[in-house]
């Protein structure tokens, strides 16, 4: 499958779960929002209608103080009509408006006594008149009532008319026949804010929420209060619909993750196996070169036609000891990062003075090589203590290839300059190799010490190798506790800086 089709398919199932996480991030937003509402319509809902019972509790009250007043009026009148010297009873409003209204509910009896013989349509205009004279007084004694209701019922202070304990047993009847059951606390105010009652249990979490009623709307602002009621568990109540989705929220991010990785793997599996490709592309030839010098010395050896002197056999020794070397080399180098995957490679670490080996691997090997091609090594081993617990073998293996990268990767047409310098810093031994070169590019810097990368070089097709050499410098320093760090700018050169423990002097 191609490349591009592979990507089109991951971008829309990404593309598709990405959608369906905000869909239920939505719909669970919504669910707890409906339930939110649907709690503050409840709990208004409540407080006004206890609002209202409070208000009409006090009506009661004051008609059931009327009525008592009223039969004692009467028992009293009944015991004046035993004393027919008392005349008490025209003096008493109360006792007058009862005599009216006993009178009234006479009248209808009294017209139908009015002659003895009256006509069907003259009694029924009687009656219907009598009826309407008694309700007329009725409606005009009810009246009187409210309007007494209205200025006497409240004629008491705020505090006065308040009854704490038979509002909050409003507040939590109606809460209930609303369906809300959670436990709540509330405070008693004055119109001018000031707080007059507060529940014994009273509990302050969660009256950033609180909702608020107003006391005897009808009466005059002074006259007026407020209710505040809030519920600790309010948040827990209305974000608990949303524990319903958690399942499915966190079941498909994980499932999001798991393909994202899936596609990850996918990737990098698919670069290594490119990277793997080259390798062996790489390897072979580098191994048909001594390969093919091999075969070439073998062939000569074994043609009888051409004739043999002691400077052709000693230039033809020469020329297989230096190709076997190189081959073995080359099979090493391979075989070792087979065992550094594995961490099983055997080091056998000794104290060394770093300066030293340094000196000695410029000295021996590169010095000369670097003159050859017409450029200078310069070197400032100036460490105060330079002594390292180091393997002695790889650690000039590790010298040796960062020199040798400097030497492969230097710029046509300019003289290659090589730095290598050591100091102490932070109690550890500093070695940097700097050199002119052709720099190696920002995105290149992340990938360099992995195993088979190699840099594109553009069109310096010279330069071999497997991918394996820096790997090698990471891996061997690691596990001798150190660390590599490498600065370069593409087209000015690259310093590769290795930072080792020290050993006490």
């Known amino acids: 499958m191609k490349r591009w089709v592979l990507w089109l398919i991951s971008i829309g199932i990404g593309v598709s779960f990405v959608v369906l996480l905000l869909l239920q991030s939505q719909y669970t937003g919504m669910m707890v929002k409906m339930r939110k509402d649907q709690f503050d319509e409840s709990v208004k809902r409540s407080l ?47 006792m007058m408006g009862v005599q009216r209204f006993d009178t009234l509910n006479m009248m209808p009896r009294l017209s139908l006594g009015l002659s003895q013989r009256p006509s069907l349509a003259m ?3 009687q009656f219907q008149m009598a009826v309407r004279n008694a309700y007329l007084y009725q409606k005009d004694i009810l009246n009187e009532v409210i309007y007494s209701i209205l200025y006497n019922a409240s004629e008491g202070s705020f505090e006065e008319r308040i009854n704490p304990k038979l509002l909050d047993a409003c507040i939590r009847t109606n809460l209930e026949q609303n369906g809300v059951t959670l436990p709540f606390h509330f405070t008693i105010l004055t119109s001018d804010g000031r707080e007059v009652y507060r529940c014994t249990d009273y509990d302050a979490k969660g009256e950033e929420n609180s909702y608020t009623q107003t006391l005897f709307r009808n009466d005059p602002s002074s006259k007026m209060g407020v209710v505040r009621v809030h519920f600790p568990e309010r948040n827990k109540y209305v974000f608990g619909v949303a524990r319903l989705m958690v399942p499915a929220l966190v079941f498909t991010f994980v499932l999001f993750v798991t393909f994202m990785f899936t596609i ?41 036609s051409v004739k043999k002197t002691p400077a052709m056999y000693d230039n033809l020794g020469k020329v297989i000891g230096t190709e076997t070397k190189r081959l073995r080399y080359q099979v090493e180098k391979v075989l070792q990062m087979s065992l550094y995957d594995h961490d099983n490679i055997a080091l056998k670490p000794v104290e060394l003075n770093a300066d030293e080996l340094v000196e000695n691997v410029i000295g021996t090997s590169f010095a000369l090589k670097v003159e050859r091609m017409g450029g200078m090594i310069e070197a400032q081993l100036e460490a105060e203590n330079p002594n390292v617990y180091f393997d002695e073998m790889h650690l000039t293996n590790v010298v040796s290839t960062l020199l040798d990268n400097a030497v492969k990767y230097c710029r046509d047409g300019v003289a290659l300059q090589l730095k290598v310098r050591s100091w102490n810093q932070g109690g550890k031994y500093h070695l940097s190799i700097s050199d002119n070169g052709i720099g190696i590019k920002k995105e290149d810097l992340k990938r360099i010490f992995e195993k088979f990368y190699r840099v594109h070089t553009g069109n310096q097709h010279n330069v071999k190798g497997f991918g394996l050499g820096l790997a090698y410098v990471k891996n061997i320093v690691r596990q001798q506790k150190g660390a590599v760090k490498v600065e370069s700018e593409q087209g000015q050169g690259t310093t590769f800086t290795i930072i080792l423990p020290t050993l006490k002097s």
């Not at 009293?76 to 005349?87: A, K, V």
């Not at 290594?272 to 490709?277: A, D």
């Not at 080259?278 to 062939?299: C, G, R, W, Y």
Request: no cysteine; charged share 25%; aromatic share 8%.
């Open 48 to 94: 006004d209608q206890a609002s209202h019972d409070l208000e009409r509790n006090e009506t009661f009250n004051y008609l059931e103080g009327v009525v008592s007043n009223y039969v004692e009026d009467l028992t009293q009148l009944d015991t004046e009509h035993e004393n027919p010297h008392s005349n008490n009873v025209l003096g008493n409003p109360m």
């Open 123 to 125: 009694s029924s205009q």
């Open 264 to 304: 990850y793997l996918f990737v990098r599996q698919r670069k290594i196996n490119e990277m793997k490709n080259d390798f062996v592309n790489n390897m072979t030839h580098e191994f048909k070169t001594p390969i093919a010098s091999l075969s070439l010395a073998a062939q000569m050896l074994a043609d009888e």
